[in-house]
């Protein structure tokens, strides 16, 4: 069974990317606009990793990092957060909420898949 | 050595090593088109292929690194299981593979590279890529110029040296909070190098008093790697603020200890801090196993000890692997091997004659002396002889492409399989060998092996077999081809024969006479010439290529059944047993190997022949050459002569000479330019004292007097 | 998901994911387990998944079992569990 990977950014052209790659992994994909569609999209569904923007509208990436570490069902899933360099605090704060990693952008596909496959196995 | 000099050595052992890959190359994908889905035959395509890349690129050879690049990738993404092995994928790889050997020889002064084909074959790979996932080919263009950071590292080129490292990673209890599988980590450093990983959870508590979703279990890592540090820190590259990872040196360049001791155990242990040095001094000195005493002192456990073994262990087994491929081999070019070659001839030449001189002494000390060097100098000869050795296999492996690619353009189905691919021959012989192979198997291919429909018509399997065989016989080496083709028809090669006038349509001839026609210059027996063996050249240049090699070429055949070839080769070109025989002031040496016997020739026998030059050798008629006449040496025959007879491809020939001296071991020289021409030598050697003695060609002179034989056999028969 | 049966024989069948995200679960299962019987047998037949937390739980149980000199059998152990044992460095 293929394992599910939510992408949660506001760029379609990223979730394009981040989506296109993965699904030719093999993955299966759920796309999500921002922090508040993406909570309400997870709950109920099988997600095995979430790869999310850390600035978006509604409710942000820390704050989803947060909101989803609080759901007893995704307490321990890998969560990736996209960051820029020069947002080092706001990669501490994305640890501190509970990321297991994070990938800088702009990235490389197989740069993403490095990272899928060293914390989702 | 000038910094220009060692880039030409670099591209001179890139160049040799290119080659070397090209034919792993070949024969893995060979292999890998048998056994698509076999992983390890995709990784040595990729490994091939990235090896050409990296240090293609080092040495300057752009247009090679760049066009090796779209194959390596396409070969990473059949790794990764993103694109299918197809025959399509192997053909156009095994064309890039010709490509890279145009462009590598083009570097070395051969023929211009077609660009057009190299555009053309890379928009092969283009395609393969896009198809299989199109959304890759836009991924694939865009990291083609580097390649990832936070994924694998691409290990450095060139050499970097082996290091051990000791690792420990505690993590913080709070781990899996952050979505961290640890194991992942584990499996990830194994990727790094070889890892020997023990779990330590002596913290963990009873179940009672256990949070199971605490992580409390901490790891030993001993790791051996040429990747650096870095990519081991690479790994904990998330966890580094949530996890102790302490890494540490323990060995550089893959060598423990100059004196080959390993740590002890107390030592590990000691270094690692799992026990203080007052506990160990206390332990050390008793009779017991440091490990033992130590845990049943509960200074230290069980498994911190199991931890220090392991590492004890793996360091072992490092050291082994080093050892082993240090030892493997060394590359030494050629020509330091035929001078060696050359001087151990020469010492030979030597020794010899401090022998002969050391008999006239007859004083006891100098005979000994004498008698040790003629002991070294021969096993000095045999051990140079040996080194010139090479298994044939590699040979054999060329013929696989070569009989994929001959089948395919003949529409037939044809599996190769060998044997004794280990039996090794002179280096020069296996070169030497090549082109008289092609032919043969291109031959039994095209006119043995029968198109799939008339096999299946036959009988027989649709998919022919051609055996490659080699194997030890004596001083000699056999290699067999065997094909289960429709064999030779001997009707159609008499009346073919008789048809080019290479025989008499009365001649009478023995099975096996009519099938060495084959061999007869100018002969072809299929029904129209193909491309692929009907050339006009054959089997007639095989035959004198293999005889140019001291060897013999035998052939058996049954209708409907196969054909055999059998080529017997010598070890080595360099040295041969001799028989020293003397003609007037002359010497000649006669190859052993084709000698049967001594018999005497006085006048009265001569004269019982009508001076017919046959001999009757106890009752058989064999036919003689006089070596003195063919050769045109001065001087009277003496009365009492000696033939020397030799059987070549069954046939005996005597060769009259005035003594036969004994056996003589001959370091053959070659000849200069102006002797080279002459028919019937095809060497010559030194002797003890100094004399040159001329090596006698047997074959050519058989083949001399063969023609003078049927005529006077005739007569003989009717005298 | 997971499900736990012990019968009286202290046989406790262990079903589903025995992961992290069910760990505690597990835990309670097996501590129930020891407490009730002297000789424990893990029934590992109906397990579909498990990982890392679940070695680390039965080191613990292990544990426990020696303090209270008990038993601690596994059945019926899946594929898995072995790789993951070797995977862990807990096999040595």
């Known amino acids: 069974m293929s394992k599910t990977i939510m992408t949660v950014d506001d760029s379609a052209s990223v979730r394009q990317m981040v989506s296109f790659t993965l699904k030719g992994a093999g993955y299966t994909v759920v796309e999500a606009v921002d922090g508040k569609d993406a909570l309400t999209k997870i709950t109920g569904a099988p997600v095995n990793m979430v790869i999310t923007d850390l600035n978006m509208p509604n409710l942000d990436g820390i704050g989803l990092i947060r909101a989803i570490r609080a759901l007893p069902d995704f307490k321990f899933i890998p969560i990736i957060m996209l960051t820029t360099e020069s947002q080092d605090t706001r990669k501490q704060e994305g640890k501190s909420a509970g990321a297991t990693g994070w990938i800088v952008k702009p990235f490389k596909p197989d740069q993403l898949l490095g990272v899928v496959k060293k914390v989702l196995g | 050595m000038s910094s220009d000099e060692g880039l030409d050595k670099g591209r001179e052992i890139f160049i040799e090593e290119a080659q070397e890959l090209l034919t792993e190359l070949e024969s893995a994908l060979l292999e890998l088109e048998e056994n698509p889905a076999d992983t390890e035959l995709v990784g040595r395509v990729f490994r091939a292929m990235h090896t050409i890349k990296g240090s293609g690129a080092m040495f300057g050879y752009d247009d090679i690194a760049k066009f090796t690049h779209e194959v390596e990738t396409t070969f990473d993404m059949v790794r990764n299981g993103e694109i299918p092995v197809t025959t399509n994928l192997i053909n156009l790889t095994l064309m890039a593979r010709d490509q890279i050997r145009t462009m590598i020889e083009a570097s070395q002064g051969g023929p211009q590279v077609d660009e057009a084909r190299s555009k053309e074959i890379i928009s092969g790979f283009k395609l393969v890529m896009a198809k299989d996932s199109a959304e890759r080919e836009v991924a694939s263009s865009v990291t083609a110029t580097d390649t990832s950071t936070t994924g694998q590292k691409e290990a450095p080129i060139g050499r970097t040296s082996i290091v051990t490292y000791r690792v420990r990673f505690r993590p913080a209890p709070e781990l899996f909070a952050t979505g961290t599988n640890p194991i992942l980590l584990l499996n990830e450093l194994r990727e790094v190098g070889k890892a020997t990983i023990i779990a330590q959870t002596e913290a963990i508590p009873a179940l009672e008093d256990f949070d199971p979703e605490t992580c409390l279990t901490y790891w030993d890592i001993v790791l051996t790697t040429d990747k650096g540090i870095d990519a081991i820190k690479d790994v904990f590259i998330f966890v580094e603020d949530l996890c102790e990872v302490k890494i540490e040196t323990i060995d550089e360049g893959g060598v423990f200890d100059e004196d080959e001791r390993h740590l002890k155990l107390g030592e590990i242990l000691l270094s690692r801090g799992d026990v203080r040095l007052d506990d160990l001094k206390g332990v050390l000195g008793k009779q017991k196993r440091v490990g033992e005493i130590l845990v049943e002192l509960g200074i230290t456990d069980e498994s911190h000890v199991a931890s220090a073994l392991a590492e004890q262990k793996h360091i072992k087994e490092v050291k082994e692997q080093k050892q082993k491929t240090d030892t493997a081999s060394i590359r030494v070019p050629s020509e330091k091997l035929d001078k060696l070659v050359d001087l151990v001839g020469e010492l030979v030449t030597v020794q010899a004659r401090l022998s002969q001189t050391v008999t006239d002494f007859s004083d006891g000390v100098l005979m000994s002396i004498s008698e040790e060097v003629e002991r070294l100098t021969w096993e000095l000869r045999d051990n140079t002889m040996s080194i010139r050795m090479l298994p044939i296999g590699s040979t054999f492996s060329k013929f696989k492409r070569l009989l994929r690619d001959l089948s395919a353009d003949l529409g037939k189905e044809v599996n190769l399989t060998t044997d004794g691919a280990e039996t090794e021959l002179d280096k020069t012989v296996i070169e030497k060998l090549n082109d008289p192979l092609v032919h043969i198997i291109r031959n039994s291919v095209d006119h043995g092996i029968e198109q799939p429909d008339v096999r299946v018509a036959a009988g027989k399997s649709r998919y022919g077999t051609v055996h490659l065989t080699a194997g030890h016989s004596g001083a000699n080496v056999l290699i067999q081809i065997q094909d289960d083709g429709k064999g030779l028809d001997k009707d159609v090669l008499f009346a073919k024969a008789v048809e080019k006038g290479i025989i008499q349509p009365d001649a009478e001839l023995s099975e096996k006479e009519i099938f060495s026609l084959i061999f007869a210059p100018g002969f072809s027996t299929a029904q129209k010439l193909t491309s692929v063996s009907g050339r006009g050249v054959g089997m007639d240049v095989v035959k004198r290529n293999i005889e140019a090699l001291r060897g013999t070429v035998d052939i058996k055949s049954k209708l409907g059944v196969g054909t055999t070839i059998t080529l017997k080769l010598p070890l080595t070109l360099a040295i041969i047993d001799g028989l020293l025989v003397k003609v007037a002031d002359d010497f000649f040496v006669i190859p052993l190997s084709v000698v049967q016997e001594c018999v005497e020739l006085t006048k009265e026998d001569i004269a019982r022949m009508h001076n017919r030059h046959i001999s009757n050798v106890r009752g058989a008629i064999v036919p003689y050459i006089v070596v003195r006449e063919h050769f045109l040496v001065d001087g009277p025959r003496p009365d009492v002569e000696q033939i020397v007879v030799t059987e070549v491809e069954d046939k005996r020939v005597g060769f009259v000479v005035d003594y036969v001296i004994g056996e003589h071991q001959t370091v053959i020289k070659t000849l200069g330019r102006i002797y080279r021409d002459v028919e019937g030598i095809s060497g010559a050697t030194i002797l003890g004292d100094g004399t040159v003695a001329l090596i006698m060609d047997i074959p050519k002179l058989v083949s001399v007097v063969e023609k003078i034989e049927s005529s006077s056999y005739e007569t003989a028969l009717s005298a | ?92």
């Open chain 3, 1 to 92: 998901m997971f499900s736990h049966k012990l019968d009286k024989t202290g046989e406790l069948l262990l079903t589903g994911d025995l992961t992290l995200q069910n760990i505690k679960d597990v835990k309670d299962a097996l501590l129930n387990a020891i407490n009730k019987a002297s000789a424990v047998t893990l029934n590992l037949d109906g397990v579909t998944d498990v990982d890392f937390s679940f070695l680390q739980l039965l080191r613990a149980a292990q544990k426990s079992c020696e303090i209270r000199e008990k038993t601690l059998t596994l059945e019926n152990v899946p594929k898995r569990y072995q790789e993951l044992a070797e995977e862990s460095g807990f096999a040595h």
